[in-house]
């Protein structure tokens, strides 16, 4: 079994400036779990559900997530001077999970590679996207990855609540999406608190306005590139056509529906006082663990 790092509150729960105060549970633990996945068994080419769409679906994703949460790390750390001593133990806790994250999804992103995917479009196409992220402002950044790590939040909400997603998935490609998702919840507030703390001499005019303004650029890019990277990956196996697009449709917003289950979670980021711990889903991860424990999570 890998080694879990709890990483319990510092201090007492306090404001990020003098006048904010966030909800942030003040019992918070951000537990580092080292999982391994994939190093023995390589799963088949449609590893969820024996289904391409969603396969293909999930495999875009994981596509962005190496560059991405390397984007994500850098945006947080890049404002982590002079945070209060419990944001401060959260910023590591979350670098910890999303290095780990990261190298979980490299190897998954081979084994779909292995199984015969080209990844290399998709990530050549990211690369060039980080390079001219690169030229930003940090608080930009800051915004966009706020914005991102709601998604990522929301996605893995809906992923632990609906087993439906992960029911037929090959048994270690879905223990590694619900760890992911577990870890996701727990460390959802930490870039958003570290937005708070960055601009914590602004208006709440400002600050709303940047947030806002990214969430739409976000999502605009996010259903796009996706729902591109899919059928990009869906067309190496040879699957075209204006049938194939309405399967994907359905998929994303009938059922499953993993986009429209999370279109109100998505409008809730552009209310007054939004903060990602307005909702405490904890008892999701919970249920996750004691339905899906260690010895489930087995590493290689």
Known sequence: MNAQTKFPPAVDAQPVSGKLDVPTPADLAITVRDERFLRERKPGRWWLNNDPIASCWHNALSATFPRGEAMFIEAVKAHRDGVPPKLEAEIRAFVKQEVNHTREHIVFNKAAAEAGYDMDRIDRRLEEMMRMIKERPPIVNL???????????????????????????????????????????????????TYLHATRDWSRWK???????????????FVRNRWNDTLDLLAQDGLTGWKVKARLFWYLFGSPGVLRKIVLPLIAYYLPGFHPWNQDDRALIGKAQSEFPDAALAPA
């Open 143 to 193: 915004a966009a990855t706020i914005a991102l790590e709601h998604y990522t939040a929301i996605m893995a909400h809906e992923f632990l609540s609906n087993p439906k997603h992960f029911k037929d998935a090959d048994p270690v490609c879905g223990a590694m999406w619900r760890w992911h998702a577990i870890e996701e919840i727990e460390h959802k507030g930490v870039a958003f608190d």
């Open 207 to 221: 600050r709303w306005k940047l947030k806002s303004v990214m969430m739409s650029v976000i999502t605009v890019n």
